[in-house]
């Protein structure tokens, strides 16, 4: 018979869940079990960095989310790409690096939370990291993540960053240091040429120890529930019912979907929402599923007027030989992600950190391998994703049944506040601005994405609705906090429950302006010592908050 008792059990081995299973295993003190519905991280090209998209977008290790028609984007379903496999999102995610401002986590423990200060967080980011420059005030050495600087190509980024100094925008070497808004090169969790996901730097070393099982396939459907206490999870597994009984917590690490769906279904949650359902109420807790944020994204795009772009590399001939130098050596282009540089800027007076990010990319998501007589390329373009970092706008997460096997219904409800749509009118001007400046002339062809035709304010706003997506960022659906709508408290344990953590994005009570992955990474490296009662890290010393730029604003 299979052990059915452990000390731990974690729902969930993504980005959040494969760093507990590593740090609450470490010992050997404690048996921990992890349950990952989705398999192994072994999908051919899933550990090359240049074969992203391809990754993201294979249903063999997605949860094949889309949301529900939005009412402020013409009624389009916006896809909600998550990850379904050892390592979560951390293995199909573009893997650029960025934590997010300071401000953003002193806003955290302004809100009640002690603990979660841009100084107090800083070191468990430090103690993630191995980053290339080496320790020092705002990165750490030796850690499992690997953190690499974009290699930059040699003709489109020096005019980018010619461009983005003639609007105002400083130059920074490292948007995680003593300046975090400017033009930048992306940096990136790529490990020896390869990506660089949790189950890939913190699980796979952990899975040798004999107090760790990692069980694959296992979908949870139930938490176990006794007496105000979460004591075990029930999971699928080959088409059979199995239970985990946990002897000190539960912890939920399944994302900004999952892990309110699963505490839904197992009677945690708004009464009005589950007793419709078929669904006992056993914790009311109206916050779980609410508070849906993610960084809308609108993409402007333009034709390169020569061959600048990378559809050059993409000449089947050409792609071979580069992916057989990976494949043997590690090397090569193939080790590195098609982009040309990042922006953070603020779009208006009185903003005190960076609003938006713009990433520049030589390339187009429908570009493909080609050769001359078989089939033509895309041709050479360039793509700018251009993202609202804080929205005002608010969605939600609901069960569609009580099947743990139905999809939830995901409304993200996008540019439903005017304050976001107003945002995303002046930063699609502002690109224009910066991608017509001169020093991108000699390279920049026609605008194909939205067209120089959409030039008043009600024709951008149209193309805003009809392009608007996401960022692939969801959090919020298990904030923390101290008040009625708060699901979590400081130390991330459900409220009103003992026994149970919910140990992911959906904590964060407030999206932050950066990439998710790594604010992910560092939630979980901070749960680990909560849970295992250790004093948490000093936090860094006074002085490490970023400069704030006085940068050329967006003109309205």
Known sequence: MPQTGYDYVIVGAGSAGCVLADRLSASCAHSVLLLEAGGEDRLPFMSMPLAFLKICTNPKVGWGYTGEPEAHADGRRIWAPRGRVLGGCSSINGMLYARGHALDFDDWAARGLPGWSYREVLPYFQRAEDHWRGADSWHGAGGPMRVVEHAPDDILYPRLAEAARSLGHPATADYHGRLQEGFCLPQLNIQHGRRGSTATCYLKPARQRPNLTVATGAQATRLLLERGRATG???????????????????????????????????????????????????????????????????????????????RHLRFDRMARTVVEWKLLRRGLATDMPVTGMLFLRTRDGLDRPDGQTLVTPTLGDAHLWFPGIRAGRGHMLSTANVLLRPDSRGSLKLRSGDPLDKPAIHFNLLAEESDRLFFRRYVRHVRELIGSAAMAPVIGRENRPGIEASSDAEIDAFVRWAIGTAFHPVGTCAMGTGEDAVVDAQLRVHGLDGLRVVDASVMPRIVGGNTNAATIMIAEKAADMILERPPLPPAPAGVHPDIHDSRRVAA
Request: no cysteine; proline share 5%.
């Open 233 to 311: 999870v029930r999971y699928l597994q080959d088409g059979q019912e199995h239970v985990a009984h946990a002897g000190r917590e539960v912890i939920v690490a399944a994302g900004a979907f999952n892990s309110p769906q699963l505490l839904m279904l197992s009677g945690i949650g708004d009464d009005r929402q589950l007793r419709p359902l078929g669904i006992a109420t056993r914790h009311a807790l109206t916050g779980v599923g609410a508070n849906l944020q993610d960084h809308p994204s609108v993409r402007v795009e333009y034709d390169l007027s020569g061959p600048y772009g990378f559809d």
